[in-house]
């Protein structure tokens, strides 16, 4: 479904992103690992049309994305979450997600100024597009309370739920688990699996090697910008440039 290649982004002398070429299946889940400044956070920007390529091609679905801005790379299908969820703290959950959706569909200026029907109409299908994505995630409940209030976990459900307002086909998840205890980690990892029974593609950026390991179908490790290794959870732990490089360190700091 999205098939990257020779990807490249250079920050003048530095590249930090350095011809990587990856297909990922539809319906699976993709893992990019490597170690602090490898360029994951950066690879994901280029997908996501935040940066644009200094060469390369991103293609979904056949369709060429290098090149293209971020809103309309969001409307071919690609959603993306971010390592820190910026919310309106003195909102609710709902009122967050209605805005998030909205922000992304909304009406032109004159629309807002008559609040014609077509501004009723768009106000109806965000808040019902808001209450789907906040049952989804597990958090109807919440739906009322300030976003001020939530915890650290919740805060990662209403960005799974944000990047689920816009039907996409493919979630860029960064960080999806960061700052969360075991227990909700693993709570957060069967929201992922459910994102794939539903229909939905994953890739993610993570750095707990145990929930990567238990969920990816594939793992493409990044280092310097380059792409040191791709394969299953098995073959990637196996791997000897990759222990050498990412896997050895972690181990020996924990
Ligand atoms: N806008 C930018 N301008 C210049 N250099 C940048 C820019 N963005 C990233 N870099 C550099 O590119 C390299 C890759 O950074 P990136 O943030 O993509 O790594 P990362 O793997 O996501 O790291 P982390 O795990 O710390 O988030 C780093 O050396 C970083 O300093």
Excluded at 76 to 84: E, I, K, N, S, Y
């Amino acid at each position: 479904m999205l098939k990257i290649h020779k990807l490249t982004k250079n920050f003048g002398g530095l590249t930090a992103v350095n011809d990587v070429s990856v297909t990922v299946d539809e319906g699976s889940i993709t893992a990019i690992i490597g170690p602090n400044g490898a360029g994951k956070t950066t690879f994901f920007n280029l997908i996501s049309g935040a940066i644009q390529p200094s060469s390369g091609s991103v293609m979904l679905n056949g369709v060429e994305m290098a090149g293209l801005r971020a809103d309309q790379i969001a409307k071919l299908g690609v959603a993306r979450t971010f390592q820190t969820t910026n919310l309106f703290e003195q909102a609710t959950v709902l009122d967050n997600l209605i805005v998030g959706h909205r922000l992304r569909t909304r009406s032109g200026f004159w629309d807002v100024v008559f609040n014609t029907r077509r501004l009723q109409q768009e106000e109806k299908i965000c808040r019902e597009k808001a209450e789907l994505a906040l049952d989804f995630v597990g958090l109807s409940h919440r739906a009322d309370a300030l976003a001020a209030d939530i915890t650290q976990e919740e805060k990662k459900r209403v960005a799974f739920a944000l990047a689920l307002t816009t039907d996409p086909k493919i979630l860029l998840l960064d960080e999806p688990a960061g700052g969360v205890n075991p227990e909700e980690t693993i709570g957060l990892a069967n929201l992922i699996r459910k994102l794939v029974q539903s229909g939905k593609t994953v890739c993610l950026v993570e750095h707990k090697m145990d929930m990567i390991m238990s969920l990816a179908d594939k793992i493409l490790v990044l280092h310097h910008g380059q792409k040191l290794a791709e394969g299953t959870p098995a073959e990637i732990r196996q791997n000897d440039a990759v222990i050498e490089a990412y896997l050895g360190v972690e181990h020996a700091e924990n």
